[in-house]
């Protein structure tokens, strides 16, 4: 990822710090799981967002990022981390299916797709 990608990544992730953390909470039931769920969904979102053209409603999409890895992770705690297959397999599927139908463009010099 390229320095102004990282920054756009970061300014982007701070302002939606408050709502995504207000929803772990929701969704975990506790600070401490909360807490987690937010550091894997912004670990998931940087992954990801190298591969976007990044026109898309940032917060919307880190939450849909939070739901797939709470549906994943919440049937154990601590969370699995990014080497689970099951959540790589969803990440996997919501960037060739989910953003797409979401207007959220992969980004075709990155990937090598069209």
Not at 68 to 89: A, C, E, Q, R, V
């Amino acid at each position: 990822m390229s320095e102004i990608q990282q920054q756009v990544f970061e300014n982007l992730a701070l302002e939606c710090m408050d709502l995504v953390y207000s929803n772990a909470i929701r969704l975990a039931g506790s600070t401490e799981k909360a807490e987690l769920l937010v550091q894997n969904t912004y670990e998931f979102a940087f992954y990801l967002f190298e591969y976007t053209d990044q026109k898309f409603d940032f917060a919307a999409w880190l939450n849909d990022i939070m739901i797939l890895i709470y549906k994943d992770s919440s049937h154990s705690f601590p969370f699995t981390g990014i080497k689970s297959d099951n959540i790589m397999n969803a990440l996997k599927y919501y960037a060739e299916i989910v953003m797409p139908q979401q207007n959220i463009r992969l980004n075709s010099n990155e990937t090598g797709h069209n």
